[in-house]
């Protein structure tokens, strides 16, 4: 059957769209770095994050050693999936602390007692503060469920319902002192499908992000690596 030019033209956009990757900035080579970065994740959750970068270095996708999983939270799902893969992990509940201070201090002693070289919060439900971020300057980044700078702060994913936008996504970001306004490292788009549940659409902005962090992890680690290269 003959096609009509225009429908083909049109069929012709949605392939060349499909194609498309919704990652940006997307490199078709994955950074690389030796010897492996030491990682510390923070984690709050169901750890799925902290799961898909453990699964990340089994498949040498990711030149890394996770040298400790903290939570603060003592009944968070992230302690099994460390138990599962052998992870070193300690609870620091911040409900035993006085102080938000008190709390990243003891986080922070666990991390340098650990020479841990890049932290990376991975559904890490806590403001941290002055300490961790400047002794962590450029080592410090953190998961969003949007594309920042908008929907910032907690239900980033029920806020993008509520405004009505129709592409969402994830970011992954330095950490400094304003909440999630850090320099963007990676992002991914999301389309919201009108019939989208916040569970569907959470599962699909979860699958993105599980991802770009290892991604974003990789192209910190080179650029620590290439810094302390250029220091020497
Ligand atoms: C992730 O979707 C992450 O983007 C979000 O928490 C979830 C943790 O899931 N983080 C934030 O909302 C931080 N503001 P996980 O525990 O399964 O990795």
């Known amino acids: 059957m003959k096609q009509d030019k225009n429908e083909y033209k049109q069929n012709k956009l949605s392939y060349d769209l499909k194609e498309q990757s919704l990652i940006s900035p997307f490199d078709s080579t994955i950074p690389l770095y030796s010897p492996k970065i030491r990682l510390g994740i923070l984690a709050s959750g169901n750890g799925s994050n902290f799961e898909y970068i453990v699964k990340s270095i089994k498949n040498k ?36 602390c006085s102080s938000r201070f008190e709390h990243d201090m003891l986080v922070m002693k666990k991390l340098e007692e650990l020479s841990v070289e890049l932290v990376v919060m991975a559904g890490w439900m806590r403001i941290v503060g002055e300490e961790i971020i400047n002794g962590f300057k450029n080592r410090l980044i953190n998961i969003h469920p949007s594309l920042l700078p908008s929907f910032k702060g907690v239900d980033a994913i029920q806020q993008a319902i509520d405004k009505r936008v129709t592409i969402t996504g994830c ?4 950490v400094q002192k304003e909440v999630d306004s850090g320099s963007i490292i990676i992002q991914a788009a999301v389309p ?15 699958d993105m992000e599980h991802i770009i962090l290892p991604l974003a992890i990789s192209k910190v680690a080179k650029n620590i690596r290439t810094s302390l290269k250029d220091n020497k």
């Open 61 to 96: 996708q990711l030149n890394a050693d996770i040298s400790i999983l903290i939570v603060n939270n003592p009944n968070c799902l992230a302690i099994k999936k460390a138990i599962k893969y052998k992870i070193p992990f300690v609870i620091i509940n911040h409900r035993e």
């Open 171 to 174: 970011t992954v970001h330095y």
């Open 192 to 206: 919201i499908k009108e019939q989208d549940s916040k569970e569907t659409l959470k599962k699909r902005i979860q």
